[in-house]
C-alpha cells in the first residue's frame, strides 16, 4: 500500500513540474512571439514608407529633367532599374515572415531596391547638381534618409527579438513544449556585406 502511495505521489510531482514547466515555456514563447510580430509590422511600416517615396522622387527628378536641354542616358538606365527592382518588390510585398521562402524572398527584393536606389540617386546628384536647390526635392531627401535610418534601426530590433525568439524555442526541455505546441524557428535578416552601400540622399 505504501509503495502505491509513493508512485502516485512521484506521478503526481512529475505531473506537476511538467505542467508548470509547460506553463513556463509557453508563457514564454507567446510573449516572445506577439513581441516578434509587433518588431516586424514596424518593419513593414518602414520599408512601405520607402516604397511611397520612390515614385514621388522619380516624378521630382522627370519634373526637374524635363527643363534640361540634355538627356542623361546614365540616368535613364538606373531610373529603368529603380524600377525594375520597384516591381519586384511590390510583387513580394505580400510576406509570411514565418514562412522561410516568403521572408527571404521578401528580403531579397528590398535589398535589390535599396541597392538600385543607390545607383539611381548617385546617378541624379551627378547628372543634375543644381537639384539641390529644388525644395521638393531636398525635402524627399530629408524623408528619405530618416525611413532610411529608421529601416535600420527596426531590422536590427527585429533580428535581436528573433535571436531570442529562436533561442527559447530551440532550447532544452523548451523546445519539446514547442513542438506540442506549434512554435517553430522563425527566418531572420541576414547581414548584407554590400549594406554600407546604403542610399545616400544627400545632395
Do not use: C
Not at 532610411?148 to 536590427?156: F, K, L, S, V
Amino acid at each position: 500500500m505504501k509503495k502505491s502511495y509513493i508512485v502516485i505521489g512521484v506521478i503526481v510531482v512529475l505531473v506537476l513540474i511538467a505542467f508548470f514547466t509547460g506553463k513556463s515555456a509557453y508563457n514564454n514563447m507567446t510573449t516572445l512571439e506577439q513581441e516578434v510580430e509587433e518588431v516586424w509590422g514596424k518593419v513593414q511600416v518602414q520599408y512601405q514608407r520607402r516604397m511611397d517615396l520612390i515614385p514621388n522622387m522619380v516624378e521630382t527628378v522627370k519634373g526637374y529633367a524635363a527643363h534640361e536641354s540634355k538627356t542623361y542616358e546614365n540616368v535613364t538606365r538606373a531610373r529603368a532599374g529603380l524600377s525594375d527592382a520597384y516591381n519586384d518588390a511590390r510583387a513580394n510585398d505580400n510576406v509570411d515572415p514565418a514562412n522561410e521562402q516568403s521572408f527571404n524572398n521578401f528580403a531579397a527584393s528590398q535589398e535589390k531596391l535599396n541597392k538600385a536606389l543607390s545607383i539611381y540617386v548617385n546617378a541624379v546628384r551627378e547628372a543634375y547638381p543644381d537639384l539641390k536647390a529644388d525644395t521638393q526635392f531636398t525635402n524627399l531627401q530629408t524623408v528619405l534618409e530618416g525611413t532610411e535610418n529608421r529601416i535600420a534601426t527596426e531590422r536590427g530590433r527585429y533580428t535581436e527579438i528573433v535571436k531570442q525568439y529562436n533561442v527559447a524555442v530551440k532550447r532544452f526541455p523548451a523546445n519539446i513544449w514547442a513542438g506540442i505546441f506549434g512554435f517553430s524557428a522563425k527566418p531572420q535578416f541576414q547581414a548584407d556585406p554590400q549594406a554600407a552601400n546604403a542610399p545616400t540622399v544627400q545632395f
